[in-house]
């Protein structure tokens, strides 16, 4: 069953993703469809928490699921913006490769030991990255490349340090459900502080997939937390984030982009370099 439950985590991470490939360029709001998305998640959360049982709160789990929260919306916003200035078959491979970011992290700072399997794996993708972000003036996809790039690092840096503190939570044995509900209000507070400053009209449409995102995401996180609890990590990592794949493949698929072929060799090769960096 484990495995069922990372492969389903795989799916719905890879499908809120594409969604907002979908969204972006649509005239919706970035901010409304988080904040609906925050929102209907955290309400879930709560009412699980609720019904199971919250482990103490304290102000350092507070904090810190809020500062996850906001680096996750962040991270989405920015994400959703490159899709507007690159194909989403390069992009979402790239941005994947935040994972790096923690793995150096975690031997920095917990002095947790890089496996070879995983340096090997650092450098694959480090190699695919330039491989896949570079356009010649002519021909192959279309790519406003300055901001495209600015906002793949920019949603690279959140997610990247949100690794980091989702793993600085777990060496603190801070309670996963505690941790969620910490992080979806966080995200959803951000977010409607956003909202009111930028004054952005309402959209029907906003409010229902903002819904159908939330609900995907929590079946997506309690089947990751499952698989872990039950399964084997070193197995599920790699399964999970195989995600991206479904952003490359969707993007093929629906919207016809068409990659050269050592822009192909990069996906697949990324892919290999982030499956690598999680056994």
């Given at each position: 069953?484990?495995?069922?439950?990372?492969?389903?985590?795989?799916?719905?991470?890879?499908?809120?993703?594409?969604?907002?490939?979908?969204?972006?360029?649509?005239?919706?709001?970035?901010?409304?469809?988080?904040?609906?998305?925050?929102?209907?998640?955290?309400?879930?959360?709560?009412?699980?928490?609720?019904?199971?049982?919250f482990?103490?709160?304290?102000?350092?789990?507070?904090?810190?699921?809020?500062i996850?929260?906001?680096?996750?919306?962040?991270?989405?916003?920015?994400?959703?913006?490159?899709f507007?200035?690159?194909?989403?078959?390069?992009?979402?491979?790239?941005?994947?490769?935040?994972?790096?970011?923690?793995?150096?992290?975690?031997?920095?700072?917990?002095?947790?030991?890089?496996?070879l399997?995983?340096?090997?794996?650092?450098?694959?993708?480090?190699?695919?990255?330039?491989?896949?972000?570079?356009?010649?003036?002519?021909?192959?996809?279309?790519i406003?490349?300055?901001?495209?790039?600015a906002?793949?690092?920019?949603?690279?840096?959140?997610?990247?340090?949100?690794?980091v503190?989702?793993?600085?939570?777990?060496?603190?044995?801070?309670?996963?459900?505690?941790?969620?509900?910490?992080?979806?209000?966080?995200?959803?507070?951000?977010?409607?502080?956003?909202?009111?400053?930028?004054?952005?009209?309402?959209?029907?449409?906003?409010?229902?997939?903002?819904?159908?995102?939330?609900c995907?995401?929590?079946?997506g996180?309690?089947?990751?937390?499952?698989?872990?609890?039950?399964?084997?990590?070193?197995?599920?990592?790699?399964?999970v984030?195989?995600?991206?794949?479904?952003?490359?493949?969707?993007?093929?698929?629906?919207?016809k982009?068409?990659?050269?072929?050592?822009?192909?060799?990069?996906?697949?090769?990324?892919?290999?370099?982030?499956?690598?960096?999680?056994?």
């Amino acid at each position: 069953m484990w495995i069922v439950a990372a492969v389903v985590t795989m799916l719905c991470f890879g499908v809120n993703n594409m969604i907002f490939k979908a969204t972006s360029g649509t005239g919706l709001s970035k901010v409304h469809l988080q904040f609906m998305f925050n929102l209907t998640a955290f309400l879930i959360m709560l009412g699980f928490g609720l019904v199971k049982g919250f482990a103490a709160f304290n102000a350092l789990t507070i904090v810190l699921g809020a500062i996850i929260g906001i680096l996750n919306a962040n991270g989405n916003i920015q994400m959703s913006k490159a899709f507007e200035k690159g194909p989403g078959s390069i992009t979402s491979p790239i941005i994947s490769m935040n994972t790096v970011i923690p793995i150096l992290s975690a031997a920095l700072i917990f002095h947790e030991h890089i496996t070879l399997i995983q340096w090997i794996g650092i450098v694959v993708m480090l190699a695919s990255a330039a491989v896949i972000q570079y356009t010649p003036a002519t021909g192959g996809v279309k790519i406003d490349y300055k901001p495209w790039m600015a906002h793949i690092l920019l949603s690279i840096g959140s997610f990247g340090t949100l690794g980091v503190l989702m793993k600085t939570s777990s060496q603190l044995n801070i309670d996963s459900i505690n941790t969620l509900v910490c992080m979806y209000a966080g995200g959803a507070s951000y977010l409607i502080i956003n909202s009111l400053i930028k004054k952005e009209k309402w959209q029907p449409t906003e409010l229902k997939l903002g819904t159908i995102i939330g609900c995907i995401s929590v079946i997506g996180y309690s089947s990751y937390f499952f698989a872990l609890n039950t399964g084997v990590a070193s197995i599920v990592f790699p399964i999970v984030s195989l995600s991206c794949l479904v952003v490359v493949l969707g993007s093929c698929w629906l919207y016809k982009e068409r990659l050269k072929v050592y822009q192909v060799f990069g996906v697949l090769t990324a892919l290999l370099g982030i499956v690598l960096t999680k056994i």
